[in-house]
């Protein structure tokens, strides 16, 4: 770890971290069952401006504890530049996304999950808390959300 670095004001994170969602394509998701086994995927995701939306099937274990649980922690990045996110899911059967989500899924990542049949469900994450650190020196002030408002404008 390098100590040369001058951290970023939470501002600049913020502003980062929204850079990072929109234009990234994939983002790891952590889950866990009711017995709490933990369960960590990486799936394709939109972020609208307030949510991200993922799409993955109803019967495997990501899917079946975002459909039950109502939580997941969410990754970007590697360990030396990392967002994590906590946040609330609400679930959507495959007829119940919003087309404007479908389609700007669609485009971005360049899979139709409505093409893929009924055993694709879609997920909605509202971030409560969002971390963001470049390394050591960041590790102070990297709660940039809480109780899902930003820390700081960007």
């Known amino acids: 770890m390098t100590k040369t670095q001058t951290p970023r004001d939470p501002a600049r994170r913020v502003r980062d971290v929204l850079g990072r969602l929109d234009g990234e394509q994939d983002i790891w998701v952590s889950t866990?069952?009711?017995?709490?086994?933990?369960?960590?995927?990486?799936?394709?995701?939109?972020?609208?401006?307030?949510?991200?939306?993922?799409?993955?099937?109803?019967?495997?274990?990501?899917?079946?504890?975002?459909?039950?649980?109502?939580?997941?922690?969410?990754?970007?990045?590697?360990?030396?530049?990392?967002?994590?996110?906590?946040?609330?899911?609400?679930?959507?059967?495959?007829?119940?996304?919003?087309?404007?989500?479908?389609?700007?899924?669609?485009?971005?990542?360049?899979?139709?999950?409505?093409?893929?049949?009924?055993?694709?469900h879609w997920f909605r994450v509202r971030p409560t808390g969002v971390q963001a650190w470049l390394e050591e020196p960041e590790l102070e002030g990297r709660d940039i959300m809480r109780d899902g408002a930003w820390v700081a404008t960007p």
Do not use: M, Q
């Open 32 to 120: 866990a069952d009711a017995a709490g086994e933990p369960y960590l995927v990486p799936l394709s995701f939109l972020w609208d401006g307030t949510h991200l939306w993922l799409c993955t099937r109803i019967g495997n274990p990501t899917g079946r504890n975002l459909a039950a649980g109502g939580r997941a922690r969410l990754a970007l990045g590697h360990t030396r530049d990392v967002v994590l996110l906590d946040g609330e899911v609400t679930a959507f059967g495959p007829r119940e996304v919003p087309v404007e989500v479908a389609d700007a899924f669609h485009t971005k990542t360049g899979w139709d999950p409505r093409g893929s049949g009924p055993a694709y």
